[in-house]
Each structure stands twice: as structure tokens, then as C-alpha cells.
T-cell receptor, first 115, second 109 residues
Framework: SAVISQKPSRDICQRGTSLTIQCQVD?????MFWYRQQPGQSLTLIAT?????????ESGFVIDKFPISRPNLTFSTLTVSNMSPEDSSIYLC????????????FGPGTRLTVT | GQNIDQPTEMTATEGAIVQINCTYQ??????LFWYQQHAGEAPTFLSY????GLEEKGRFSSFLSRSKGYSYLLLKELQMKDSASYLC??????????FGTGTRLQVFP
């Protein structure tokens, strides 16, 4: 299994500002995933990040709002831009296992509150 | 559209058995996963089913019927630490993981 760390663990931000969340994995992985979990709801995939190419965004999420970087095989960042209170959520990064089951391992999450 | 249904909440007593059901309608099927998520923590992988039948892993078992679009997670000999949310997720035909809203289980002494 992979060990994933995220920074920051939580933040309180003002409306209109941006926050960059970092995700570090202890092994090289092909794909990294960014999810959002709004209060009382389940996980929603924002985008898939591959090293060396642009991220693939899911319906309802756009690059201008959630730019993603993937500079190498162990690291990725997600920026939440021009934040509004509706962006208050937990943001999690994840990677897939490579044992044929492809279960996902999640980072501890970043709890974002926008005031 | 893609839809995964689970009960919102369940309660059970320590030492008992509880079954959490999940029904799904997705664009294709490439496997079903169960995750456990304690409050304030990240989800952790519990089980995986891709063929019909029962998969057993210690106190936890997961069942799948692809023809019925149905799965359940069975927890035996419940412990207080099993109080958590349990998420059902299906991998669709694009290999995207679709999550249900989760079932919050409370175990009482």
C-alpha cells in the first residue's frame, strides 16, 4: 500500500483567494486523483493527474477553477482558485494500488473552510 | 445517470452482526469496492468484488450479484471501533470510481 501525505491538513481562507494543496506519495505512481467530499456527502472525483500531461477533469470541474500540477511521479498539487463558501469541503488525493485490484489509497485530506 | 444507493444510517449492538446493502446502476461494471471512513479521517480500503459471490476477510465479508446490481458488506462480532461510515464504490466502464453517499454505522455497547 502507498503512504500519502497532504499539506495543509486544514485551512480557513477568505472569499476570492486561492489555496494550493500538496500531495506527496512515498512511491512512484502513474496516476494521482483529486476528490472533493462536501459536508455529509460522498466523494466526487475532480480530476485525474498524469505526469507529463494535462489533468483530465470530470464534468462540472474546470482547469481555471482547479488547476493541477504533476511535476513528477510522486507529487501533485491542486489549487482551489477564487474561492467561495461553496468550495468549503475536504479535498483528498489518492493513488491506485498496482496489484491487479487497483484499490485506491487516500491521503488524510485537507479540510478547507471559506469565509 | 450513475447511481449508487446505500442506507444513510444504521445502528447495531457490540458483538452483533450487521449487513449494509448497496445497489448500483452504472455505465458498465469493472468491480465494486467497500471503504471504511472514520470521522475526520480518509477512507480506507476494505474489500473488492468483481465476480459474483462472497469474499471473506476476517470479520468482514462482501457479497456481489452483478445481475441484480447489488452488494452487501457484512460485519460480524461488531466492536465499538467499527463505528464509522462505510462507502460503496463502483468502477465503471471508463475505470472511474463512483462512490455512494455512505452508510453511517453506530455501534452501541
Amino acid at each position: 500500500s502507498a503512504v500519502i501525505s497532504q499539506k495543509p491538513s486544514r485551512d480557513i481562507c477568505q472569499r476570492g483567494t486561492s489555496l494550493t494543496i500538496q500531495c506527496q506519495v512515498d512511491s512512484q505512481v502513474t496516476m494521482m486523483f483529486w476528490y472533493r467530499q462536501q459536508p455529509g456527502q460522498s466523494l466526487t472525483l475532480i480530476a485525474t493527474a498524469n505526469q507529463g500531461s494535462e489533468a483530465t477533469y470530470e464534468s462540472g470541474f474546470v482547469i481555471d477553477k482547479f488547476p493541477i500540477s504533476r511535476p513528477n511521479l510522486t507529487f501533485s498539487t491542486l489549487t482551489v482558485s477564487n474561492m467561495s463558501p461553496e468550495d468549503s469541503s475536504i479535498y483528498l488525493c489518492s493513488v491506485e494500488g498496482e496489484d491487479g485490484v487497483y484499490e485506491q489509497y487516500f491521503g488524510p485530506g485537507t479540510r478547507l473552510t471559506v469565509t | 445517470g450513475q447511481n449508487i444507493d446505500q442506507p444513510t444510517e444504521m445502528t447495531a449492538t457490540e458483538g452483533a452482526i450487521v449487513q449494509i446493502n448497496c445497489t448500483y446502476q452504472t455505465s458498465g461494471f469493472n468491480g465494486l469496492f467497500w471503504y471504511q471512513q472514520h470521522a475526520g479521517e480518509a477512507p480506507t480500503f476494505l474489500s473488492y468484488n468483481v465476480l459474483d459471490g462472497l469474499e471473506e476477510k476476517g470479520r468482514f465479508s462482501s457479497f456481489l450479484s452483478r445481475s441484480k446490481g447489488y452488494s452487501y458488506l457484512l460485519l460480524k462480532e461488531l466492536q465499538m471501533k467499527d463505528s464509522a461510515s462505510y462507502l460503496c464504490a463502483v468502477r465503471d466502464n471508463t475505470d472511474k470510481l463512483i462512490f455512494g453517499t455512505g452508510t453511517r454505522l453506530q455501534v452501541f455497547p
